[in-house]
């Protein structure tokens, strides 16, 4: 019979965990509501914070309720060059600045965004990672489409009307320090997931893997 495959094993278990409870929590864009299509939202950076298992910093933005006497607090994967206090704008209306949040059809050509939207109102889903950014290639106005470039290159077309932050995400250039010892390896991975170290099949016994065996 052999062995079960690793990624088989790859469960709840002692060694195989969930390293999500380190997590400070989902970074998205503000819900999107009446005062974002039709004016601005004004919010205030208050922290700007590490979290585990992610390359980019994460941003605090306290923004008033719309609706209710209270603040909300959200949490925004930061572009860089925000800072502590800087009050980020949200909304159709919103200047064209570092950190402000915009639909894209009003984002001219040639401008850098992250944190985009791929479908109106998911809050972000592309160029998330430390130090990428999407280009906004051309507006289709009649379609209503906006193409942009992806960080892999890839060309994409989503509707106008999604939102973009202007500017890169922080915290790039981080892959360009080399490793130098295992020990960086195994405290990155440490707070991702347990998928280091990799054993290669051909490493193996042929009752562990395909590839195993040989000599």
Known sequence: MGKTVLTCRKGKASIYTVHGHKRVGPAKLR??????RNGFMRGTIKDII?????????????????????????????AEGMFTGQSVYCG?????????VLP?????EGCIVCNVEAK??????????????????????ETGRTRLKLPSGQ??????????????????????????????SFFRF???RNCWPKVR???RNPVEHPHGGGN
């Open 31 to 36: 819900r999107l509501d009446y005062a974002e």
């Open 50 to 78: 590490h979290d585990p298992g992610r390359g980019a910093p994460l941003a605090q933005v306290e923004f008033r309720n719309p609706y209710k006497y209270k603040r909300v607090k959200e949490l925004f994967v930061a």
């Open 92 to 100: 159709q209306k919103a200047q064209l600045s570092i950190g402000n």
């Open 104 to 108: 894209l059809g009003h984002i001219p």
């Open 120 to 141: 109106v109102g998911d809050r972000g889903t592309m160029a998330r990672a430390s130090g990428d950014y999407c280009i906004i290639i051309s507006h289709n106005v």
């Open 155 to 184: 060309k994409k077309s989503v509707p106008s009307s999604c939102r973009a932050m202007v500017g890169i995400v922080a915290g790039g250039g981080r892959i360009e320090k080399p490793v130098l010892k295992a020990g960086n």
């Open 190 to 192: 440490r707070a991702k």
């Open 201 to 203: 099949g051909v490493a």
